[in-house]
């Protein structure tokens, strides 16, 4: 059946799929295609948004590109890349920016904005998202600006005539206060009418699953999250459990006391089709030694594949009538560099060789892939899931092992030329944003650690700045500092620091630093991911995760993440970073900040701790930084 649609062009853009999400969540059928469709794919069409993109509009291999689209008589939106596209392709100049911005920013209408179609009922002062290091110089011809911020002169366009609009952020993601209005008013100038609801999108769910997988039985690799979970339930509605197989792996990454918990919340809802498996020592075997973070993947992504193929034979399954089902989200496809124009921001153990075999095969089922983290909440609700396995943390396959930074105790020549840079940088950043009794102590360091991050849609392997404020020994204790108290300034520093820098993509604030050993004792330790420092992560973890609950602050954080860094004064010891996060969608995030006496006595317990030498929350949004280390 034909239905009418608003088509998104992937560039590459991690935020692609985000916006056809954000069309159909608000009751618009909208489709994904490449720039080079051909003109027959836009038959239904009452619309084309062109998406963001990890490449410059001036390069010579940029993504291949229909220009016979922009002939269309059809209302055009171009986001970030494609704003750049369009203003570029209508006789403008785009270049280099004098300072890229990236997460929030205060976008401002132009006296054209306040009557421009898209931006009817916009405030005049919004906040919206950027990630971009190039930006429009010049408009294109007949195009007019409605929009600007401090940094952007031309944030927004419009040439009413040609029905052509364009922005520099993204409205797609929701840190982007009125994005889905824009996206309202857009699918208004299209003349689009309501035309999809979530009971379509889960009827079609489980016709895709019945029809892939034909007469086969489905094995699923069960993490106990949410996404191998409600794929679970799915996979069970569709197929029925006798066709269905679930298994549990204990891998040796697992939070404390994980394996457990996950086995009896399955057994309460009523599931009886899975099994639990112990291979820790296996997997603990195929990263020994290991400190590249994208080969620790590959090995953990490997290392399932090997343990599912010794299950299928301990299990006396027939391997061809069993397929492989994963909960891999879009994100994760989008992050891997799965999709035509998209570059790798890290490797999901979902994508590694083996599992692309399968899938070459038609022995892979991903029933989520199309999908987003609150949309499969939502999907797991609607199918009667209980919020103890709906609303967990999230808790990738790989689990703690990607949490457990690793390094031979050496830095690289470059690394070192890059961390006295990354110092120099740090050092010039006006730090404006706190009062005067909060910054008189204030010390600024770089950890000598570097953790990817995703800026302008191009994976980044920087050094976090670290911001240590005052020592507050008399009224906390000895190694104790000051915690800022207003969010907001933190924010602001935050982006203020990995805007203004090369070799920055991370903020740190030192919280603790345990007594007697001194900042200069502290260096890069060879420290691999080893059941010892698993353990010690375990313990830190807990504390966290167990207060969060305790205080009922669990389920306003999206996700935590404790981070042991090789950085001690000796190998035995290490230091840990508390990454909380608020996201909805995963594209997108802000750290989550903690109320002031809920950390100050999180940061306490984990103090008692001897192995902990000094500890540091990391208060950077996604972009620049992403929710892991690694």
Known sequence: MNRSKIVVLDFGSQYAHLIAKRFRALGYYSEIALPNAAIEEFKDAKGIVLSGGPSSVYEENVPEFNKQIFDLDLPILGLCYGHQLMANSYGGKVGKAATGEFGKATFELTDEGKSSPLLKGISDNSQVWMSHQDEVLEAGKGFSPIGFTK??????????????????????????????????????????????????????????????????NVLLFLSGGVDSTVAFALLNKALGQDRVLGLHIDNGFMRKNESQNVEKA???????????????????????????????????????????????????????????????????????????????????HNRVEGIQKLIEKGMIIEPLKDLYKDEVRSIGKKLGLEDELVMRHPFPGPGLSINVLCSDGKLTEKDEEELSLAKEELDKIVINQFCANCTKELKRSVLPVKSVGVQGDFRTYRFPACLTFRDESESEGEGFFHIPKVRQKVEDCSSTITNNSKFLNRTVIKLYQKPGVKPEAMKLQQSYCTKERLDQLREVDD???????????????????????????????????????CSEDVMTARFAWLPIEDLKEIVKQIAKLDFVESLYIDVTNKPPATFGWE
């Open 543 to 581: 504390i966290v995760l167990s207060h969060l609950h305790k205080k009922n602050l669990y389920t306003t954080i999206f996700q935590h993440l404790t981070i042991d860094l090789p950085f001690a004064s000796k190998k035995e010891n290490a230091s840990f970073v508390l990454r909380p996060v």
């Open 151 to 216: 940094d952007c002169k031309f944030a927004a366009l419009q040439n009413l005539q040609k029905k052509r609009f364009s922005l520099q952020f993204h409205c797609e993601v929701k840190d982007t206060l009125e994005g889905n209005k824009i996206f309202k008013n857009f699918a208004d100038i299209c003349n689009m009418q309501v035309n999809w609801d979530e009971e379509a999108v889960l009827s079609h769910i489980l016709n895709t699953i019945k029809t892939d997988t034909k007469d086969k």
């Open 266 to 348: 399955y057994r309460n809802h009523g599931f009886n089709n899975f099994i639990v498996e112990d291979a820790s020592q296996s997997f603990l075997k195929a990263i020994e030694n290991l400190t590249d973070p994208q080969k620790k993947r590959m090995a953990v992504g490997e290392n399932f594949i090997k343990v599912r193929d010794e299950v299928v034979k301990k299990q006396n399954l027939n391997e061809d009538n069993w397929m492989l089902a994963q909960g891999t989200l879009y994100p994760d496809i989008i992050e891997s560099g799965g999709t035509k124009n998209s570059h790798t921001i890290k490797t999901h």
